[in-house]
């Protein structure tokens, strides 16, 4: 483990190495100035090396007295086609006329403010920028005043959380970020995304302890080497996904893959209900165990590559700390102090794994005959994270119909076991997996509502109120927003994405929710085949993965302030659109 963590970290080093040459700074990717005349105010932007700007985001705007936007009225140069996009190549060199600021509103000063967002060829984009200037209308303003006056040149951000935390990426004391990121997957610990990786875990440790005793070391131990092998595939995973802009964890997210990988979950199953048993190939074994430990080996191999897999296929997903920690090595190349971020908000998300090694292996009972039926009962776990991988690829019925077949033949199996706790709960899941049957003949999709379509109630939200209007490519996106009479939102949605479900089954049916996006135009952008389109899309918002929202309001102008990355509740959703809208 020594070796690989080694070898990891010569890797990204070496990497960050020639990315902190090629990348640059904000600071040096854009150089602004604002040089005042007689009868204009002057704004030069000075492009870095292979750095060019999105046109649609280049916005002018008198923000005071009152706020008014006169970027049709500014002489722009002509943008050119890169890659989809519209863009200006060139340094930008625009005109504003004093005679256009008294136009549109009289007033003894103005407040210029200038928006922009651009990348580099190289493929990293930089967050949307803005520089703001006070000028006053008077055209005999001496050269001294003209200088005071250049240098209240203010560039703004307006930063929404994932970029405040790419911010204090960049800023912030090195041992401070670490410990905020370890706090940041202690939360996310909390989330469905680690949930999956509990019952996995537990069965490893059933397993390691059917023929030994199971100490709290050795529980640890597997915990541990679990933990920093899902720890070490998050941060390759999020280092790739930073510097090149490719998702690995998207990447995995294939029908293809999702069945193999659900497939090893269904062998492990009956592995555990004694129809084979696992082992390396005996060419492997063989060498392995010339080593003193050599059967500890074998175990830690096997668990270190069920952590590595399931941190990239069984929990892909997106929150805001890993979207600012991606957001930050795009922007500046450091995969160091990102990846080392990435690492520890891994390990925070190890936590509760953590304990549950330590809690099997204190005050778990030695092995004997009872040993048989848990090892059995972890065997019909492993199905249903089979079932519940298998739910990014099939139709929903079928699902349903899975979960139902389980819950009967998980009823059955325990009859067999003479127990009065054992048959009550026999009889529970007997009549849950009835339950299902009827609800699948219903029409029910939901195995948590499967009596949703024969019980009707005053208290149950109609998700068709919330009516998405679905995008493929940035030219049908461009188009929605020019038709759009109102607030729009865009929602970057994946079939396998936890968090996509999340939002769609608590927060967008909430009664309040529903209300407040009924004066919005909804829009979808489904990225699940992570298509060139999808990249392009979402490259185009500086999106790293699903779920994420993004905002424009009534003028068809983007509130960067709003975006929101990852699962939010109904009440924090609420609260971060009703700033701006």
């Known amino acids: 483990m020594k070796k690989i ?7 990204i080093y070496s990497f960050s190495a020639g990315l902190n040459q090629e990348f640059l700074e904000p600071n040096e990717a854009f150089k602004p100035t604002f040089t005042k005349n007689e009868d204009s105010l002057n704004f030069k932007l000075n492009l870095g090396h292979d750095i060019y700007l999105y046109d649609d985001k280049l916005k002018v705007f008198i923000t005071k007295p009152e706020k008014i936007e006169i970027t049709k009225d500014i002489n722009i140069p002509k943008p050119v086609a890169y890659q989809e996009f519209i863009v200006q190549f060139n340094n930008l060199d625009l005109t504003i006329p004093f005679s256009l600021l008294k136009s549109k509103v009289e007033s003894s000063e103005y407040e210029i403010e200038i928006k922009f967002q651009g990348c580099s060829k190289a ?30 040149v203010e560039t703004t951000t307006d930063l929404n959380e994932t970029d405040s935390i790419a911010s204090s990426l960049k800023d912030g004391n090195l041992f401070l970020v670490l410990v905020t990121f370890f706090g940041f997957g202690l939360l996310l610990s909390l989330t469905p995304c680690v949930f999956p990786m509990i019952p996995i875990l537990s069965s490893i440790i059933v397993g390691a302890s059917k023929n030994e005793d199971m100490t709290a070391r050795k529980g640890f131990l597997l915990s541990l080497v679990y933990v920093l092998s899902m720890s070490i595939a998050y941060t390759i995973a999020g280092v790739i996904a930073g510097v090149f802009g490719a998702n690995l964890q998207a990447a995995l997210q294939n029908p293809y893959v999702l069945v193999v990988f659900a497939l090893i979950f269904v062998a492990l199953a009956f592995s555990m209900f004694g129809y084979f048993e696992i082992k390396l190939p005996q060419s492997i074994q063989s060498k392995v165990n010339k080593t003193t430990d050599g059967k500890e080996k074998q175990g830690i191999i096997g668990i270190a590559i069920m952590g590595f897999l399931s941190a990239l296929i069984v929990g892909p997903c997106v929150a805001p700390p890993l979207a600012g920690a991606l957001v930050y090595i795009g922007q500046t190349g450091d995969a160091i102090l990102g990846g080392m971020a990435l690492f520890v908000m891994s390990l925070g998300m190890g936590v509760p794994l953590l304990l549950i090694g330590l809690g099997a292996g204190r005050f778990m009972p030695k092995p004997g005959g009872w040993m048989e039926g848990v090892t059995k009962i972890f ?106 009479p109102k607030p729009i939102m865009l929602d970057f949605w994946a079939s396998w994405c936890v968090a996509c479900k999340e939002l769609e089954e608590i927060t967008f049916k909430d009664k309040e929710v529903i209300q407040k996006l009924q004066g919005f135009t909804l829009l979808k952008a489904d990225v699940t085949q992570n298509s060139d389109e999808d990249k392009a899309l979402q490259k185009m918002f500086g999106v790293v993965g699903p779920p994420a929202l993004i905002f424009w309001d009534k003028d068809k102008k983007e509130v960067n302030s709003s975006k929101i ?10 609260e971060i659109i009703n700033k701006n809208f």
């Open 123 to 152: 493929g990293l984009c930089y967050a949307p920028m803005s520089e703001k200037y006070l000028v006053t209308n008077d055209i005999k303003t001496s050269k001294q005043e003209i200088k005071a006056e250049e240098q209240k």
């Open 379 to 484: 065997g019909i776990v492993m199905l249903g994270v089979a079932i519940w991988l298998l739910e990014r690829v099939l139709s929903a019925s079928v699902i349903m119909s899975l979960w139902a077949l389980l819950l009967l033949g998980t009823a059955i199996y325990l009859k067999t076991l003479t127990n009065m706790i054992t048959e009550l709960i026999s009889s529970v899941l007997f009549i849950l997996g009835v339950v299902l049957l009827v609800g699948l003949i219903s029409g029910a999709t939901n195995p948590l509502k499967p009596l949703e379509k024969l019980i009707g109630s005053t208290n149950v939200v109609n998700t068709n109120e919330l009516v998405f209007q679905k995008v493929k490519n940035i030219a049908e996106l461009e188009l929605a927003i020019k038709n759009s």
């Open 5 to 11: 963590l080694l070898l990891i970290s010569i890797f």
């Open 565 to 574: 990355v990852g699962y939010k509740n109904p009440k924090d959703f609420l």
